[in-house]
């Protein structure tokens, strides 16, 4: 079983960057496929991004393609999001989460979830 923690969120101008880190403890990140998820206010949690168990593949939702980047340290036991070009909508609570097996867009699916950190992008 491995636990997620959150960090790096906070508050950016429109047009800034961010960079947040996903902490695993347990076990390794690369026993996992991982993704991220961002909730806003009144909204459901939507997929932005995934990391596949080998590290090899990555995909992103149209909203974040070109401009976020998933990315993982097995050495530091870590995945990261780095966002660029953020944009006032892009304001929400940024999950990790984690599974065991085939990565997928769905927060269903996950079994792992970290506790969530805010990010604000100010216009």
């Known amino acids: 079983q491995v636990q997620l923690v959150e960090s790096g969120g906070g508050l950016v101008q429109a047009g800034g960057s961010l960079r947040l880190s996903c902490a695993a403890s347990g076990r390794t990140v690369s026993s996992y496929a991982m993704c991220w998820f961002r909730q806003a206010p009144g909204k459901e949690r939507e997929f932005e991004t995934l990391?596949?168990?080998?590290?090899?593949?990555?995909y992103y939702s149209d909203s974040v393609k070109g401009r976020f980047t998933i990315s993982r340290d097995v050495a530091k036991n870590a995945v990261y999001l780095q966002m660029n070009s953020l944009k006032p909508e892009d304001t929400a609570v940024y999950y990790c989460?984690?599974?065991?097996?085939?990565?997928?867009?769905?927060?269903?699916?996950?079994?792992?979830w970290g506790q969530g950190t805010q990010v604000t992008v100010s216009s």
């Open positions: 989460a984690g599974r065991a097996g085939i990565a997928s867009t769905l927060a269903p699916v996950y079994d792992y």
């Open positions: 990391l596949t168990q080998s590290g090899g593949n990555t």
